[in-house]
């Protein structure tokens, strides 16, 4: 199925619907660092990108009406700063807001589905008029605003037109929802935001799909399975935490979820980059970087657990989330590898530039194997509608 990608970043949606059998004729990157990162992949014949039509440029100078028809899906995560807690919450009011430029390439390629994920920010109270407007307007792309015409006015003109039950325009049927990235498998506590929407004309049921791993069935797998004895840990080392203890002995039953995976589930195969940094050199982007201290606030991720967020920062990566918090107290910062891993990419991909830039890029990332998963059931779902 043929899509258009927008705002690739590091590619982690794009490979994620890559593997649910998307296939882009065009991605659309304007950061030079990502780009150097998607073009040397390309190079390099990495399966899940080697055929991008990779256009390194502003999306807002992009005319889409070529495709019009054409296209299956567009997706993208729209910059996320103007919504991001550890932004400046200027939402609408910010210049790098690139919603307007989302429906835009909606309202001119009319593909049958669109999604698009964005930081939890934007579902904050203070946010709320905003993201109804956002979700209208991909309702409704054809109803667009006039020239200076103010948000909240637009808001109101699109809010009578949903009501109204006339459906002559262009409209598409919308769900959004919060999504834990930890419940579908990836080593991560990672809350984003996911707007899906199909063109009214396919007759579309559907839902995001059910979560498949959690917390209890950690804790479950922690206290009553093999957990400990599968990494190989003596007594000492199994540390939970007394939140954790607290939740794991009110369990009664095995959970039918899997087991949300740790930061050790995903990167125990790895050699140690401060203890073993001769075999850590031959891992590509697995690189020891100095200088992690815990203080209030920044205590890191500890081994036994999901991840918490990995961050891009507006004024550089903060600490405590990436970092690594071994059961002994002791810290270190998680190397690019170990960070992409988090972010379920594959170890063939290889993030470009420093170790702060590259962890910018995998910060601002969607986790791969998330949009896999919510890729694949709106494909099946577009698969079963050409068949009727």
């Given at each position: 199925?043929?899509?258009?990608e927008l705002?690739a970043?590091?590619?982690g949606l794009?490979i994620?619907l890559?593997?649910?059998?998307f296939h882009?004729v065009?991605?659309?990157e304007?950061?030079?660092?990502c780009?150097?990162t998607l073009?040397a992949n390309k190079?390099r014949q990495i399966?899940d990108?080697?055929?991008w039509?990779l ?10 009406t070529?495709?019009e028809g054409q296209?299956?899906l567009v ?9 991001s807690?550890g932004?400046?919450h200027?939402?609408?009011t910010?210049?790098r807001d690139m919603f307007p430029e989302a429906?835009?390439?909606v309202r001119?390629?009319?593909?049958r589905a669109?999604m ?5 920010g ?7 008029n905003y993201?109804?407007y ?6 409704h ?8 015409e103010d ?6 003109r ?5 009501t109204s039950k006339?459906?002559?325009d262009l409209?598409y049927?919308?769900v959004?929802?919060?999504l ?6 990836v080593p991560?506590?990672r809350?984003?935001v996911v ?5 009214d004309?396919?007759s ?8 498949s ?5 950690l804790l479950?797998?922690?206290t009553?399975g093999d957990?400990?004895e ?6 000492h ?6 939140r954790a203890q ?12 899997r087991p949300?995976?740790?930061v050790?589930d ?9 203890a ?8 590509a982007n697995?690189?020891?970087?100095p ?9 890191g991720?500890?081994l036994d657990?999901?991840a918490?967020?990995?961050k891009?920062?507006?004024?550089g990566v903060?600490?405590g989330e990436n970092m690594l918090?071994?059961?002994d107290?002791s ?11 988090l972010?379920?990419f594959p170890d063939s991909?290889l993030?470009q530039?420093a170790?702060?830039e590259a962890m910018?890029?995998?910060g ?11 890729g ?5 779902q ?7």
């Amino acid at each position: 199925m043929r899509s258009i990608e927008l705002f690739a970043g590091a590619g982690g949606l794009g490979i994620g619907l890559h593997r649910a059998g998307f296939h882009p004729v065009q991605v659309i990157e304007w950061n030079r660092y990502c780009c150097d990162t998607l073009r040397a992949n390309k190079q390099r014949q990495i399966a899940d990108i080697s055929d991008w039509n990779l256009v390194e440029g502003d999306v807002r100078s992009i005319d889409f009406t070529a495709y019009e028809g054409q296209i299956d899906l567009v997706s993208g995560g729209p910059p996320c700063q103007p919504f991001s807690v550890g932004g400046k919450h200027r939402a609408q009011t910010d210049t790098r807001d690139m919603f307007p430029e989302a429906i835009r390439a909606v309202r001119q390629t009319k593909p049958r589905a669109f999604m698009f994920e964005n930081v939890k920010g934007l579902t904050r109270t203070t946010f709320r008029n905003y993201f109804e407007y956002i979700r209208l307007q991909l309702e409704h792309p054809d109803v667009m605003a006039d020239a200076g015409e103010d948000w909240a006015d637009h808001l109101a003109r699109l809010e009578r037109h949903h009501t109204s039950k006339v459906r002559s325009d262009l409209h598409y049927r919308v769900v959004a929802r919060v999504l834990n990235a930890a419940n579908y498998g990836v080593p991560q506590r990672r809350e984003r935001v996911v707007f899906v929407g199909f063109r009214d004309d396919l007759s579309v049921e559907w839902a995001f799909p059910e979560a498949s791993h959690s917390l209890d069935a950690l804790l479950w797998e922690q206290t009553h399975g093999d957990y400990w004895e599968r990494h190989d840990l003596p007594t000492h080392d199994r540390v939970l935490s007394p939140r954790a203890q607290e939740r794991a002995a009110q369990l009664t039953e095995q959970p039918q979820e899997r087991p949300w995976r740790t930061v050790r589930d995903a990167i125990h195969d790895l050699p140690d980059p401060e203890a073993q940094p001769d075999l850590a050199c031959v891992v590509a982007n697995h690189r020891f970087q100095p200088g992690a201290r815990t203080y209030a606030g920044h205590t890191g991720s500890p081994l036994d657990e999901p991840a918490k967020t990995l961050k891009a920062g507006v004024h550089g990566v903060p600490g405590g989330e990436n970092m690594l918090a071994r059961p002994d107290g002791s810290v270190r910062y998680f190397t690019v590898r170990e960070s992409a891993r988090l972010q379920t990419f594959p170890d063939s991909f290889l993030l470009q530039g420093a170790w702060t830039e590259a962890m910018r890029q995998l910060g601002n990332a969607v986790p791969v194997e998330l949009a896999r998963i919510v890729g694949a059931d709106v494909a099946r779902q577009l698969e079963r509608g050409a068949d009727q």
